[in-house]
């Protein structure tokens, strides 16, 4: 059976007969702020949430240097991927160790 993984789908076209597979959405949710020695911050955001998110929490925290994301549709988990980027800025600019789970030996 063929599977197919999806973040918000917001460019996801799909054929009116269907899907013959499993399609997996991204769902996760949560942001994390971590103060660093030395001054800099981390920023942990999980896979389903929305750009604007870390962007919001960042600027509430007082932290600045991605927003440009604000603007930009889409994930977290696709970001890295796509090296979302705008206005002279790009994700890997600010991201430099995404990191995904890697699942338990004999399980999808």
């Not at 269907?18 to 769902?27: F, H, K, N, S």
């Not at 929490?57 to 890295?80: C, D, K």
Request: charged share 15%; with cysteine; proline share 10%.
């Amino acid at each position: 059976m063929s599977r197919s993984r999806r973040r918000g789908g917001s460019n996801t076209l799909a054929d009116d007969a269907g899907y013959p597979g499993t399609v997996l959405r991204t769902a996760t949710r949560g942001i994390v702020l971590r103060r660093r020695a030395h001054g800099t911050v981390e920023v942990t955001a999980q896979a389903g949430e929305p750009l604007a998110a870390p962007v919001a929490h960042g600027v509430h925290a007082g932290l600045s240097g991605i927003e440009y994301l604000s603007g930009i549709p889409g994930t977290v988990g696709a970001a890295p991927v796509q090296n979302t980027g705008a206005y002279g800025q790009q994700v890997c600019d600010v991201s430099p160790t995404p990191s995904a789970p890697v699942p338990a030996p004999g399980r999808p």
